[in-house]
């Protein structure tokens, strides 16, 4: 880190790469001889429209997206989706939802507006700190489609497979979208807010398979309908341009990483040295069971809240910042997002050793 | 200008000022010695909630907005607001619509959806050219608001009375918020995207009557309800951070310039300037009519395509770019907010009049 900068564990918005902040700042008062900043550009000039246009591109590249699905760059973030999603796809039937976290508890209660959701299964009993295994999921014969949240950051789980339904599979990948490898034909619909692995707030990614679109409920606000956005090639309306221009910056950054291929194997490696020095640790535990843990959010705590809180202190003055974990979970959470670079996982690892030699 | 800067006439995004751009650029790395990015922060951390808070007080200040009204920073652009107004107001009732351009046509329309549109006055049949007068509206008795748009970009045209109704005021003012004191207290709700006189695009800012919230229809995605997001302080999901940060720094510089009351008599000039060349114009004519014409949105046409593509063209040379007219208007569309700096007016009045000398 250059410039004075910190370590950033937000779980979002959240750590962004330094290299694409450069460029940015590079930029912004003269866009590549345009004479104005992207912030300034028209969402109908030619110069945007490129950005626009290379910026879908680049992500259907790098996710492999298939012809079938479109990509919509949207506003309003998951809480609007959790709304748009029924709205589109739930017809007034039936719904399941796998709640395994605040954000898929959040998403059923908003459906509920819309038709009937069915719980294939909660984790809640617990804590939230597993996935259900495939067995477990109680699927309804008459489902839509079935929804999860493949990354819960509050919680620190992340779904390990993709899980095998009857019904078209809607799928909040807000907090794990780029890290890895994903099949997108198996899914009826990914969406993800941007501001944990692709950009700043403000921009949604919606990967939709247009086969789906078309089924709104008539009162759907247009801007909402599926159909609609995919007709107008998510130009209905004016859209965040500044947020698409920074994606497309952070995919070129991800493909000189090697694409998502080189996110996993980086991801796999961030989450392995945390895991690791935590599960060796005597003062800290970790949260999330086993075979169900992030990848994305790591979530410890000391069982002590003044020993956390002396933790997450003692972090910051090292540059160390945005370790508290969100308030319903109580103790600490690192994010280690694709723009976490290595050296701030291990100054994380040697700050939890140094504070445990310290308090055992 | 500077750093090869053009003078944009775009009507939105829109220019910003060059200064605001600067202080961005400064901070982009490192905000405040935060050590991170604006566009990384936590929308719940202290720095953040600083940034976020200080620029709802100075829009507070500046628009001199009652404490009887609610200040929301929300996303989805005026096209999300034209389904939120009726879902939140209409009751399913009635409500009367003032169509003086295009925006206020897709307002009406979106709202049919909701309740029972009362068309009060429709500009339609003369192009747009003229905004209705006070004795024109046809009110309805029962109507649970009326809307208008107070500028019409498309066309040119600007409200210059704020209408006498029974029922609340909605106005959208996306194009001419921040360009003249405003008499808050007697509307129900403002609301304007912020890619004309405000911020990047990607920020809705909306102005509500607390007491109208709360009738919202049962179907309203929670996201959409002023209510809920009222109760929130806009914070019931992630805003766009960076586009409130940016409008912060406009308004500082606003603020600077002498506030709504110094953006009025600048905005007077500069649209004097370029209207009293284009009235004594041999080649040019001006769409709209006196008493209606905008201050923001200046459009004129020589009343042959070809010619004016060349105006276009010979404009851009000069760098006077974005003058093109909306494609159902055509001709050309001078946009002047608040960012235009008179220089900028002056090129393009000498450009109108050099143009002029090699074509009459």
New interface residues.
């Given amino acids: 880190m250059t410039?004075?900068?910190?370590y950033?564990f937000?779980?979002?918005?959240?750590?962004?790469p330094?290299e694409v902040?450069?460029r940015?700042?590079a930029e912004?008062?003269?866009y590549h001889?345009?004479?104005?900043?992207v912030?300034?550009?028209?969402?109908r000039?030619p110069v945007f429209s490129e950005i626009f246009q290379d910026t879908k591109a680049k992500l259907r590249s790098l996710l492999r997206v298939p012809e079938t699905h479109e990509i919509l760059f949207l506003?309003?973030?998951?809480?609007?989706q959790?709304?748009?999603i029924p709205?589109n796809l739930m017809e007034g039937g039936t719904a399941d939802y796998a709640v395994t976290g605040n954000f898929s508890k959040k998403a059923a209660k908003?459906a509920e507006?819309?038709g009937t959701v069915h719980i294939a299964y909660d984790t809640g009993d617990t804590g939230h700190d597993r996935i259900p295994t495939q067995e477990e999921l109680q699927l309804s014969p008459e489902a839509k489609y079935f929804y999860y949240c493949a990354n819960n950051t509050i919680y620190g789980t992340e779904w390990q497979y993709v899980p095998e339904t009857k019904a078209p599979l809607v799928c909040d990948m807000s907090s794990d979208i780029l890290s890895r490898p994903v099949e997108v034909s198996r899914f009826g619909l990914i969406y993800a807010?941007a501001?944990k692995n692709m950009a700043?707030?403000?921009?949604t990614v919606v990967i939709v398979d247009k086969a789906l679109a078309g089924r709104e409920?008539?009162?759907t606000?247009?801007?909402?309908s599926y159909e609609t956005m995919i007709q107008n090639d998510s130009l209905?309306?004016?859209?965040?341009?500044?947020?698409i221009y920074?994606l497309s910056l952070v995919l070129d950054w991800l493909k000189e990483q090697g694409g998502v291929e080189g996110m996993e194997q980086l991801k796999r490696e961030r989450a392995k040295r945390l895991y690791d020095c935590l599960e060796e640790s005597r003062l800290f535990r970790l949260h999330a069971q086993p075979g169900s843990r992030s990848d994305m959010n790591v979530t410890f705590r000391t069982g002590d809240a003044d020993l956390d809180a002396a933790f997450i202190r003692y972090a910051a003055e090292k540059?160390l910042?945005?370790l508290k974990g969100h308030k319903v979970a109580g103790g600490m959470r690192a994010s280690l997002y694709n723009a976490m670079p290595m050296e701030g996982v291990d100054a994380l690892v040697n700050t939890i050793k140094e504070f445990e030699r310290k308090h055992v």
Same sequence: chains 1, 2.
């Fill in positions: 410039e004075d900068r910190v950033n937000s779980a979002g918005p959240s750590i962004l330094e902040l450069r940015a700042k912004i008062m003269n001889g345009s004479g104005m900043s912030m300034e550009m028209s969402h000039s506003q309003g973030g998951a809480t609007l959790f709304a748009a709205m908003e507006k819309y807010g501001q700043p707030a403000g921009l409920l008539p009162f606000p247009q801007i909402m209905l309306n004016t859209p965040p341009c500044w947020c920074m540059g910042v945005n």
